[in-house]
Structure formats: structure tokens, C-alpha cells
């Protein structure tokens, strides 16, 4: 490969795939669009069909989970927003109008959880329905929705890690990416000559494993013991997996005073809390069957 970019270039020269092009955009009727939107857009779509199979295999009424959808989506994007701008107000308190600019990214997953689980809990406590099983179901459209969502930061050219050399390491052109997010191991590493910077496809990594995480969850749903369950597994095998990808991140949300990552260290508090929360409610349930 040469060591020249194109500026739209994307690169994985290990496992010989070279990419020419990729927009971040595309123009219809003279309209700019985004593929960050169009991905996470078909993101929610997809994840609204699974809900919806899922929720007929069940046995519920579908219409319950279309009616709740576009509640949760609306405030979910809302609670995405609002969280990353939080955690990273030095970038925009100098802008206050780039705040309302999602096309070019900046919206964190766990703020968007965060603002649909409270959007359901109020849903479901109007409608007299089980906040639990409700939960239950959403979570595999969720997760899925993730594995999807991910790729809207492949094409923004985001949400990636330090310099890397393995197997999955990605090429980005320098201009392509936030000057900010550049670091001093990534300058070291970069050839003589060259207009790009290698890093982990930290997106990709966690893409694939919200990919396992869904196929556990639907092979242990006939194997659920109890409402909640399914929630409890996917707070506990996404948190996991995002303690790991997170620490990999060069764009962290830095939690204000502490230095620490805060989505680091809210994916640690679930896994703790649901693996605590499956124990004691098991144990209830076994003394229960004891009478």
C-alpha cells in the first residue's frame, strides 16, 4: 500500500482490505446526508423488527412495543446527546450551537440507555404494564441495534484506539480524523512520508462483540428463569465488554475532577450490579421453591 492516502481512504492492511472513498456523506436532492444518521437510522428500524419477532414469539401484543418505540427513540437520542455533551462540554461550551450538530457524531450509547430505560419505566408504569418483561424484549433489539450503530463510527472515522500493530489494526488518513484524537504513540509510529496513523478499530471490536452478546442472549431466552433476566445480561455482557474496548478508546468521556473514563467506570458498576442482582434474586427464588 502506498504510503499516501486518499483523504476518504480507510485501510486494513493486514488482513489485505483497502478501502477507496468511503463517504461520510452523500447529497440527494441537493440535501447533505449522513451516513452517521442513515446507519444509526437503520439501526433503530432493525432493532424495532427484532422487538417485534421477539415479542410475538412470546406472546405479546406488537402493537405495545411500536406504540413505546418512538418514545424511546426520541428520548433515547435526546439522553445520548445530552450525556456526551456533558462529559465533553470543554468542546462545545465555546460553540453552544454545535451542540444541537449530531451529524458529525457525539452521541454516547450509555446516555441513550440510561434515557430509554427511564422513557419505558414511565411507559409501562402509565399503560399498568411489566416494566421487566418489557425490558426483557427491548434488549435484543437494543443490543442488535448496537452492532449496527458501531459502524455509523466506522464511516465518521471515530471511536477508535492507540497505535496498534495486530491483526485488525485500521489506517485512517490524518486529515480524516480530530487532530485531537491523534497521540504522541500514534505520531511515533507513523512511516516517513506517510498521511496516516494506525489504531485499533476499537468501533469494530465492539461491534463484534454486541454481535456474541445477541446470539447468547437469544440462545438462553427459552432458558430465562425469571422477568429482568434478559436486562441483567445484557447490563452485565455489553458492560463487560465495554470496562475492556473503553480502556483501548482515545476519545474517552473524562468524568469532571476524577481524570477517570466515565463510561469505563458505569460499565463496571453494572457488571458488579448485575451479577449481584441475578445472585439474590436466584437465591429467592430457590428458598421460595423450598417453601
Known amino acids: 500500500m502506498p504510503d499516501i492516502m486518499g483523504k476518504m481512504d480507510i485501510a486494513f492492511p493486514h488482513l489485505g482490505i483497502y478501502l477507496e472513498n468511503v463517504p461520510k456523506n452523500f447529497t440527494v436532492f441537493g440535501f447533505t446526508v449522513a451516513m452517521y444518521g442513515v446507519i444509526i437510522g437503520l439501526g433503530f428500524l432493525v432493532a424495532l423488527l427484532i422487538i417485534s419477532r421477539v415479542a410475538k414469539w412470546t406472546g405479546q401484543s406488537q402493537d405495545d412495543y411500536w406504540d413505546v418505540a418512538i418514545y424511546i427513540i426520541i428520548f433515547s437520542i435526546l439522553g445520548a446527546r445530552a450525556y456526551y455533551v456533558f462529559f465533553a462540554w470543554d468542546y462545545y461550551k465555546d460553540d453552544l450551537l454545535s451542540v444541537f450538530n449530531i451529524r458529525n457524531g457525539g452521541l454516547a450509547i450509555y ?43 466506522f464511516t465518521n472515522r471515530e471511536a477508535f484506539g492507540e497505535y496498534t500493530d495486530n491483526l485488525f489494526a485500521m489506517r485512517l488518513p490524518v486529515e480524516a480524523v480530530r487532530a485531537g484524537e491523534i497521540t504522541e504513540l500514534m505520531k511515533a509510529n507513523m512511516v516517513e512520508g506517510a498521511n496516516y496513523i494506525q489504531v485499533s478499530p476499537t468501533f469494530l471490536y465492539e461491534s463484534m462483540w454486541n454481535l456474541c452478546l445477541f446470539v447468547i442472549m437469544l440462545l438462553y431466552c427459552k432458558h430465562k428463569k425469571f422477568d429482568g433476566e434478559i436486562v441483567l445480561l445484557y447490563l452485565g455482557g455489553y458492560g463487560l465488554g465495554r470496562a475492556w474496548i473503553e480502556n483501548l478508546r482515545t476519545d474517552q468521556l473524562i468524568m469532571h475532577t476524577t481524570g477517570l473514563p466515565v463510561s469505563q467506570m458505569l460499565a463496571i458498576c453494572l457488571v458488579i450490579f448485575a451479577v449481584v442482582t441475578d445472585i439474590v434474586v436466584r437465591m429467592k427464588l430457590k428458598k421460595k421453591a423450598e417453601g
Open 111 to 153: 446516555g441513550g440507555v440510561i434515557a430509554g430505560f427511564l422513557t419505558l419505566f414511565i411507559y409501562t408504569r402509565i399503560r399498568k404494564k411489566s416494566f421487566l418483561l418489557f425490558g426483557d424484549t427491548i434488549m435484543y433489539g437494543l443490543v442488535f441495534g448496537q452492532v449496527m450503530g458501531r459502524w455509523g463510527n
